[in-house]
């Protein structure tokens, strides 16, 4: 969808991950992959088909139980301080969007995370990036305890951006979720990139 008519965005959502802050989940593997003695292949395999992922994200499971039985998966011993490390070491130094842009947005609407995330990752990063200080609200899967593309996340961030859906933009990387925005009533696009972003923002007149 584009050519909104202008004015009628009052807020911007935005996914995290590799939106805002990009990741290579191969730097995780590669590192249980060296202390286990597991391939890499073998680590994600493994990871995947426990399930414990999309638990801790929903928030269906404590961090330190997460920590447990991942551990145990991989036949790992990890202290807590040596598991977020290893845990956010996915996380690239630089970010995908620019501070410029979201400064320059935050000035005209409020903006909004929507994320599947977990509380180690989304503590590491509200750490590191200040670019998430800017955010007026944050809708998180792991708080909300469902994750995209459920309804009840978008409701969710609906309802911190303190409008009504089609007065939402919303951007993330992963095209089954801008799909279950736009099922939501959300004007979504896929993000890849800033330019493209930019792209898609200047076509509803929300930037020069």
């Not at 005209?108 to 503590?123: A, I, Q």
């Amino acid at each position: 969808m584009s050519g909104i008519i202008e004015d009628v965005i009052r807020s911007i959502l935005f996914d995290l991950g590799n939106v805002l802050v990009p990741f290579d989940i191969h730097r995780a593997y590669q590192t249980l992959s060296v202390h286990s003695g597991f391939s890499q292949d073998e680590v994600a395999t493994r990871i995947r088909d426990s399930g414990l992922y999309p638990q801790y994200e929903s928030g269906l499971c404590e961090t330190e139980d997460f920590r447990h039985r991942f551990s145990e998966l991989l036949g790992l011993t990890f202290s807590h301080d040596e598991f977020r490390e290893m845990w956010n070491s996915i996380f690239l130094p630089e970010t995908a969007t620019s501070e410029e842009l979201i400064l320059d947005l935050k000035q005209r609407y409020r903006l909004v995370l929507l994320s599947n995330t977990n509380e180690l990752h989304y503590g590491w990063l509200r750490e590191k990036y200040p670019i998430l200080n800017h955010f007026d609200a944050y809708t998180l899967s792991y708080e909300v305890k469902a994750m995209k593309p459920d309804d009840r996340i978008y409701s969710a961030a609906v309802a911190n951006a303190q409008c009504e859906p089609g007065e939402c933009f919303f951007t993330d990387d992963i095209e089954r979720y801008v799909e279950g925005a736009r099922a939501f009533g959300i004007d979504a696009e896929q993000f890849t990139g800033e330019i493209n972003l930019r792209e898609h923002l200047r076509s509803r007149k929300m930037i020069d």
